[in-house]
């Protein structure tokens, strides 16, 4: 009987705790995981940002913001020719429910003019904006730990709010 109550009273927290995550992921048009920030070398004033991101609709990255930097922006990798070159984009389509990866050598948050240095260890607050095919715009704030490897865990997510 005991042991019947103490398995009760998980189960109940559990789809308590269920509740609020699914809860909190229904507000965000995007889910991102394994996001992390790139060390930069010391003295280094740019840096990149990576990451998952799958869209519960179709969805489009427009933006990206950071305190940490002067400038943030978008950028994607192409080979032209014999030299792979970096630029801006004005967006990135994220289709309903396929995974985009952010990685190295491809598309990326890039994070220029930074403020201070960032240090291995910690994380920096960044702010992704998406816009659905309608044109509303809709905001995820993370928190997206510095380090000089990918990260291997879930979604680094901290609040998603809506803006129009």
């Keep these: 009987m005991r042991f019947q109550g103490v398995a009760a009273s998980f189960m109940v927290a559990g789809a308590v705790f269920a509740g609020q995550a699914m809860a909190q992921s229904a507000t965000a048009p995007v889910t991102v995981e394994n ?18 991101m799958t869209a519960k609709e179709d969805q489009r990255l427009v933006r990206a913001e950071s305190p940490v930097a002067g400038v943030t922006e978008v950028h994607e990798m192409v080979m032209e020719g014999n030299v792979m070159r970096m630029h801006a984009i004005s967006g990135l389509d994220l289709p309903a429910g396929k995974p985009v990866e952010l990685k190295p050598g491809s598309y990326h948050v890039m994070l220029m003019d930074l403020k201070k ?31 000089d490897q990918p990260a291997t865990t879930g979604a680094h997510s901290m609040k998603s709010g809506h803006s129009h």
């Design 117 to 147: 240095p960032l240090e291995k260890g910690s994380s920096i607050p960044l702010t992704l904006v998406f816009q659905d095919p309608k044109g509303a715009q809709s905001q995820l704030q993370l928190q997206v730990p510095v380090t």
């Design 35 to 52: 996001a992390w920030v790139r060390a930069p070398v010391t003295g280094q004033k740019a840096t990149g940002a990576f990451m998952r």
